[in-house]
């Protein structure tokens, strides 16, 4: 319902005269080490900046572009978002205020100083701890906010002999007038709506950036590659899907169970999945690589592979309950991925140069992700299979519940097979980059831990000490061990040379998350407990 | 009586249980391990938890408990093949990292531009000492192994005989020293003056010595914006067209004078005699300054204190001493040290290894992505031999002879120009062991959960 009211808010703002900026949007602009076009590097802006896409009606690059010709009208607007508590109070600023100006920032009498602890705390390379990484952000919030209304940030013009692109603000003779007049004519146009000459003024300044010789200016189509890629928000449409998918396939699985419920709920999912899978194909044409090179893509990838394993499981076994676990998570996953920018960045950055190898990081990569995505479908249909000791009601499910123990057994398998062969790879690469097989750096170790965990729950079930109850149960725990391996590495551990993943935030919820599945194992093993109690006793 | 415990030792190392026993105690080894070393870093976690003999002890109980499992099924069946080629595996990976561990070389070479070597270092330690008597040159007394980070001289007792009943004894070793500079008082009248300085606001705190005629001591302190400078005589009469302090001993009356420059005038701002420990203001972003010690002779004097955790810049350092002389010994740092009647030159040094050819650093490049100060790309040009150029660039090591050598950092002078190119240099006998060993377990994992349920499948439809 938000999400309904959003969309027709946006529809709204459009209609009521808003600035076309569609051909200011395919501009191409050198940001962050890749030429992008303007909507790809407004969005990315406005993201940091106001924590959205789209601010007060306007989108991101109406926004950016009010910033940079009317900086005046912004100075006291309340537009940069500041979220962190602790922050906001040290600041003097109200706790249920979530945007501060431009103007409060500057002539705040506490920020000089904190920034320069600051950055007394970046120079030591210390490890910044949540309050730190909120006043970092504002500082980058109000940097780029200066770039971007001195020009500096904005670089639009490619040049002959020099990879780098010049700059809004440094621009010299010819297309320093050409971009003049595109400033002059753009009052008329958001004034009384006379947008000819703005438009005009676009096109001249392009046509102008585009004949610049040797120019790496993007073409047509691939500037047209990442607006659609932009705006087609793939992986929520995807995640759409999906929820859909799994409500049918809970539904046929409790309450009808013809088989066109089923077959639709397949369809939902196998959409789903296509929308998915050619957003991940934009992604990699777009970056020119297997988006796999941090938190947010392979969250993307993780779900894409839990859908894959889960229709392919759903296919030999036609049981419901894989294909509803698969659904689960990946609109999990997705969800998270796409809900929380500031702790999974979802622009698209050039590799460190250890990473620049196509071939080692699809191969090596690639399966490891792969193998969380197989992990994340046992811990789904653990959890599913749970929910019947939870409930108490593991008596009349006993052929279901042992049904879903070999399904759990079965992704565990897959996920075993994949984790070790993807570590292997890794080793391989290690030696091949840095000749070293195995150095105990804090990822391959828990990607080591993470194998042991379900490596102890197969050889369990093999010696007979896990049962149906102890194979769902053990392999849902062990989960937290990909968890670790997967997030923890990067965002808890914070060391060794996978540093290039990097980040922080979510820590508290996380960790939230893993404490409350191993509550809910416990409440299973309870129920579970006292059921067998029960029926010895009887 | 034997063969029923020999039975029960084995049934016991070969059982399903003790795998499961050492899976997860392995599994919560090393997840301490990882949290040790974001606390204590790389270098003490790979001692204390990898390297140590517990963590051989798990690998040696692993070992014997796959062979056990194996041999327990012999005769092996069609379906036994994945479980036996996966176990087999698993052992052979094992020993090919014993191997790399006892025999393969890991080392490192920071080669400067136009610079070339035929040896290279690794990390482990050893301590030289040459002697000299009778003026002849310095000739090796002996040479041996330490490791102090595994073996620290307050538990274990350095001692070497050296000649004459001189005796040198290890008595101190930090591993993340940091290197305090203190400046002392001498008799010796030709010694040089130096001053301690205090240049503070709410926010910047410098605090530096100052002095004329030691390298130690530099007799100016370059904040950036602004200079401290201790100079000889009286007070130039040139403009010094930035913000100065000048410190100066006026050569009459020998005492203490400040001047305060400002960029913009060609005169002092402010001027006159230093009180010691009294604070006069610069005029600029609220900055005070004070002079807080002044010596008129004085000498350096070097000390070493153990870093905090995450402290940068620190050195390894020993504490050595022949009789009632003691001196401290950097890393890479050999210097002398005076016995009752020889001269011996210590050295506290890594290990070294011939490469057997000349490594020639010609160009080194770090690419960047464009627009942007992102690394792209390291590559070094090297020359082997003074001939076969090649380029060393991450992802594409050189191999030659035995060794394989990787681009691994490098280093910039002031102007952050990169001009040292770091190499890591390797040699691992245990490689193809290792990898046979790999391929051994993916495969066999893969039988397992694949072939194996298909075959069973099969003779059920048999039967």
Excluded at chain 1, 7 to 27: H, K, P, T, Y
Excluded at chain 1, 170 to 184: Q, T, V
Excluded at chain 1, 504 to 521: R, S
Excluded at chain 2, 228 to 240: D, Y
Aim: with cysteine.
């Amino acid at each position: 319902m938000k999400k309904l009211s959003f969309i027709l808010m946006i529809l709204f703002s459009v209609s009521a005269g808003a600035l076309n900026v569609s051909d200011v949007e395919r501009l191409a602009i050198q940001d962050g080490g890749r030429i992008k076009p303007f909507d790809t590097f407004a969005r990315e802006s406005t993201q940091l900046i106001t924590g959205t896409q789209i601010h007060q009606g306007k989108n991101a690059t109406e926004l950016v572009l009010s910033w940079l010709f009317l900086p005046d009208q912004w100075l006291v607007e309340k537009f940069i978002q500041v979220k962190h508590l602790q922050l906001k109070k040290e600041i003097g600023v109200a706790e249920n205020q979530s945007y501060i100006s431009p103007d409060e920032i500057v002539h705040n009498p506490k920020l000089p100083q904190l920034f320069t602890q600051l950055a007394q705390l970046q120079k030591e390379k210390k490890k910044l701890n949540p309050y730190f990484q909120a006043l970092s952000r504002m500082n980058n919030q109000l940097v780029l906010y200066q770039e971007i209304i001195a020009g500096r940030a904005i670089k639009v013009l490619p040049q002959t002999l020099s990879s780098d692109w010049i700059a809004v603000a440094d621009l010299k003779g010819e297309p320093r007038e050409l971009f003049a007049n595109l400033a002059k004519s753009y009052f008329p146009a958001i004034g009384n709506g006379d947008e000819r000459a703005f438009h005009e003024a676009v096109k001249k300044f392009k046509d102008f950036a585009m004949a610049q010789t040797n120019s790496n200016y993007p073409s047509e189509s691939q500037i047209d590659q990442e607006i659609i890629y932009n705006s087609l928000h793939p992986f929520r449409l995807a995640y759409i899907f999906y929820f859909v998918a799994g409500l049918l396939f809970l539904l046929s699985l409790k309450f009808i169970k013809s088989m066109p419920w089923f077959y639709s709920s397949l369809g939902f999912a196998v959409t789903g999945f296509l929308i998915h899978a050619v957003g991940f194909g934009f992604r990699c044409v777009i970056a020119g690589r297997p988006p796999v090179s941090n938190m947010y893509e392979s969250v993307i990838w993780v779900s894409a592979g839990c859908v894959f394993f889960g229709l392919v499981f759903e296919f030999i076994y036609r049981r419901r309950y894989i294909g509803l676990a698969a659904m689960m998570m990946a609109t999990i996953g997705l969800i998270i991925g796409d809900s929380v920018p500031a702790v999974l960045d979802q622009s698209i950055k050039p590799l460190e140069p250890v990473l620049r190898s196509n071939y080692w990081l699809t191969i090596h990569v690639l399966t490891i992700t792969l193998s969380y995505a197989a992990f994340a479908l046992s811990c789904g249909i653990g959890n599913i299979a749970l929910s019947y000791y939870a409930r108490g009601k593991e008596r009349e499910n006993s052929e279901k519940l042992q049904a879903l123990a070999l399904f759990v057994y079965r992704a565990v398998q897959v996920g075993v097979l994949l984790l070790t062969a993807g570590t292997i790879l890794g080793g391989v690469w290690a030696d091949y980059s840095w000749g070293r097989f195995w150095g105990w750096d804090p990822k391959e170790t828990w990607a080591l831990i993470a194998d042991l965990g379900y490596l102890a729950v197969l050889h369990g079930r093999f010696s007979g000490l896990l049962k149906t109850f102890g194979t769902i149960a053990a392999s849902v725990g062990a989960f937290a061990g990909v968890i670790m391996a997967w997030y923890g590495v990067n965002f808890v551990l914070g060391v060794g040379l996978h540093s290039y993943g990097f980040g922080g935030g979510g820590v508290f919820y996380v960790t939230g998350v893993v404490v409350a599945q191993l509550l809910y194992i416990a409440w299973a093993a309870y129920q579970h407990h006292s059921v067998s109690a029960n029926l010895k006793v009887s | 009586m034997f063969k029923k415990i020999a039975i029960a030792l084995f049934d016991f190392f070969s059982s399903v249980k003790l795998a499961v026993i050492l899976l997860i105690s392995l599994a919560i080894m090393l997840a301490i391990g990882t949290f040790y070393e974001a606390e204590y870093g790389t270098p003490d976690a790979q001692r204390v938890i990898y390297k140590s003999w517990f963590m051989s002890l798990e690998m040696i109980l692993l070992i014997i408990n796959l062979a056990c499992a194996a041999v327990d099924r012999i005769p092996w069946k069609k379906h036994h093949i994945g479980f036996v080629v996966t176990h087999a595996g698993i052992i052979t990976l094992l020993m090919g990292s014993f191997i790399t561990q006892q025999r393969g070389i890991d080392g490192n070479l920071a080669l400067g531009l136009n610079e070339s070597s035929d040896h290279f270092s690794v990390s482990d330690t050893e301590f030289h000492v040459y002697q000299n008597f009778d003026g002849r040159p310095f000739a090796l007394l002996f040479q041996k192994p330490i490791d102090l980070d595994s073996k620290p001289p307050t538990k274990n007792k350095y001692e070497f005989k050296l000649v004459d009943d001189d005796v040198l004894v290890i008595k101190d070793y930090l591993q993340k020293a940091l290197r305090k500079l203190d400046v002392v008082p001498t008799a010796d009248v030709k010694a040089f003056p130096a001053i301690k300085f205090n240049l503070a606001n709410e926010r910047v705190q410098v605090n530096e010595w100052l002095g004329l005629g030691s390298q130690a001591i530099p007799p100016f302190y370059d904040l950036g914006p602004a200079v401290v400078s201790f100079i000889r005589g009286n007070l130039p009469s040139q403009p010094q067209g930035r913000n100065q302090i000048l410190v100066y001993q006026d050569p009459k009356d020998m005492k203490l004078y400040y001047a305060v420059f400002s960029m913009r005038t060609p005169k002092p701002t402010s001027k006159g005699l230093i009180e010691v420990g009294k604070e006069y203001a610069t005029g600029w972003m609220n900055l005070k300054f004070k002079v807080e010690k002044f010596i008129s002779h004085a000498v350096p004097t070097v000390d070493y204190q153990e870093g905090d955790q995450g402290a940068t810049e620190t050195v390894q350092a020993l504490k050595a001493s022949i009789g009632n002389k003691t001196s401290w010994f950097e890393l890479e740092n050999p210097h002398e040290l005076k016995g009752d009647k020889s001269t011996y030159f210590v050295s506290f040094t890594r290990k070294r290894f011939d490469l057997g050819f000349q490594l020639f650093l010609k160009k080194f490049r770090m690419k960047t992505y464009g627009g942007s100060q992102l690394p792209m790309s390291y590559e070094s040009t090297v020359a082997v031999n003074g001939k076969d150029e090649t380029v060393i660039s991450m992802n594409e090591p050189l191999k030659f002879n035995a060794y394989t050598i990787y681009q691994s950092s490098y280093e910039t002078n002031e102007r952050g120009e990169p001009i040292v190119s770091v190499f890591s240099i390797n040699y691992d006998p245990g490689r193809t062991i290792k990898y046979t060993g790999a391929l051994g377990i993916v495969l066999g994992i893969g039988i397992m959960f694949y072939l194996k349920p298909r075959w069973s499948r099969k003779k059920k439809g048999v039967t």
